[in-house]
């Protein structure tokens, strides 16, 4: 059943913000794909400049040793690793090239992949507390439409009545005498049921295993941040507008660089 099959079932509410939602996490799934691709050549470049630095020096090291002990004679041997070092030096400075001609642009994927991932987050989290208590007031009402539910329901009402009997009866919060007073005990006798319930609601969790996520509820699962997002204060607004300045003012000048 596809999510726009279940959401005509559900309140207009709650329906507009699972809409709203999808749309949210199919912008930022989107965005966040051309981060990792970016983000996966930047590493690759980067991975391979590194290791033909390092077949460099490793050429240069050897082309020197063997000029030594020839004497100073250029032997095949020695101009051939001189070579190699020459090689594999250039081939370096190109892989470092792409990497920094890259950056910029990962650099702004970053930024939008950031901004979209904001959106994203509020999204969700209207959504799933919208579904959620949408979810919450349907359970409720087929759980007291049994006899057990029903049952459960009588006897929460007489642990209120318990409660504030309790509260009045140790005559410590409020004066009886005035609405206030009342009020306030009614309130100290609303936190002791709380607290109470949520024993209850404890031990039942850790006795009955859960029911599973509905397909609903599992969509609106926060996805994990990947390796290549920004996290911190760098996703702060100030800090990805001057990141997004700096991007593009590389890639402009990039542009112009190519046009020269």
Same mark, same amino acid.
């Given at each position: 059943?596809?999510?726009?099959?279940?959401?005509n079932?559900?309140p $207009?509410?709650?329906? @507009? %913000?699972?809409?709203? &939602?999808d749309? /949210?996490? #199919? +912008?930022?799934l989107?965005?966040?794909?051309?981060?990792?691709?970016?983000?996966?050549r930047?590493?690759?470049?980067?991975?391979?400049?590194?290791?033909?630095?390092?077949?460099?020096?490793?050429?240069g090291?050897?082309?020197?040793?063997a000029?030594?002990d020839?004497?100073?004679?250029?032997?095949?041997?020695v101009?051939?690793?001189?070579?190699?070092?020459?090689d594999k030096?250039?081939?370096?400075?190109?892989?470092?090239?792409?990497?920094?001609?890259?950056?910029?642009?990962?650099?702004?994927?970053?930024?939008?992949?950031?901004?979209?991932?904001?959106?994203?987050?509020i999204?969700? $989290?209207?959504?799933? @507390? %919208?579904?959620?208590? &949408?979810?919450l /007031?349907? #359970? +409720?009402a087929?759980?007291?439409?049994t006899?057990e539910?029903?049952?459960w329901?009588?006897?929460?009402?007489?642990?209120?009545?318990?409660?504030?009997?309790?509260?009045?009866?140790?005559?410590?919060?409020?004066?009886?005498?005035?609405?206030?007073?009342?009020?306030?005990?009614?309130?100290?006798?609303?936190?002791?049921?709380?607290?109470?319930?949520?024993k209850?609601?404890?031990?039942a969790?850790?006795?009955v295993?859960?029911?599973?996520?509905?397909?609903l509820?599992?969509?609106l699962?926060?996805l994990?941040?990947t390796?290549?997002?920004?996290?911190?204060?760098?996703?702060n607004?100030?800090?990805?507008n001057?990141?997004?300045?700096?991007a593009?003012?590389?890639?402009?000048?990039?542009?112009?660089?190519?046009?020269?």
């Open positions: 059943m596809s999510t726009e099959t279940q959401t079932t559900l $207009e509410d709650v329906a @507009a %913000a699972l809409v709203i &939602h749309e /949210a996490k #199919a +912008s930022y989107a965005q966040r794909e051309t981060l990792i691709t970016l983000g996966k930047l590493e690759k470049h980067r991975a391979t400049a590194r290791a033909a630095r390092h077949e460099s020096e490793t050429a090291n050897e082309w020197r040793a000029f030594r020839a004497d100073g004679e250029l032997t095949p041997e101009l051939k690793a001189k070579r190699d070092e020459l030096r250039e081939l370096a400075e190109s892989y470092e090239q792409l990497a920094d001609e890259l950056e910029p642009s990962y650099q702004l994927a970053q930024v939008e992949t950031a901004y979209a991932r904001r959106t994203y987050d999204t969700q $989290e209207k959504a799933t @507390a %919208a579904y959620g208590d &949408h979810r /007031a349907i #359970a +409720s087929e759980l007291f439409a006899a539910g029903r049952t329901l009588r006897l929460m009402q007489r642990h209120e009545a318990k409660h504030l009997h309790a509260v009045i009866r140790e005559d410590i919060i409020g004066n009886g005498a005035t609405a206030q007073g009342q009020a306030e005990r009614q309130q100290a006798a609303q936190g002791r049921v709380e607290r109470a319930l949520a209850l609601l404890d031990e969790a850790a006795a295993e859960p029911a599973e996520a509905d397909p509820e599992q969509t699962q926060a994990d941040l390796a290549y997002e920004l996290t911190g204060r760098a996703t607004v100030l800090a990805l001057r990141q997004r300045a700096e593009q003012a590389l890639l402009e000048q990039q542009g112009q660089q190519h046009s020269a």
